[in-house]
């Protein structure tokens, strides 16, 4: 294991012993539903689905809105979590 990922294992632990892994989940729901995000997303995915002419699984539509949904997060909420994951590591590593 490289020493990047030891650390991604060390911090995944410690936040979720601490109970902050899932205030860090709520905050970025809320950020996304406020920012409008997930209802586009939502539609984004309709309209993918809509386009194609053959069913669809799951598994392929995650695969195919994936990318948009990851690019498309607002900075503002990117760099509020990140903020927050910061002072976590500061405070408590």
Known sequence: MSSNDQLR????RELVASGKRD???ELL????????WRDDLKAYTKER???KDSA?????IIKDV????RATVPDKVKTELL?????????NM
Do not use: M, T
Request: glycine share 2%; no cysteine.
């Open 9 to 12: 294992s060390n911090l995944h």
């Open 29 to 36: 729901k809320s950020r996304l539903i406020e920012s409008g």
């Open 83 to 91: 903020a927050q994951i910061s002072a976590f590591v500061e405070d």
């Open 23 to 25: 205030q860090l989940v």
């Open 56 to 60: 669809q699984s799951v598994d392929e």
């Open 66 to 69: 994936s990318p948009h949904a």
């Open 49 to 51: 689905i809509n386009s």
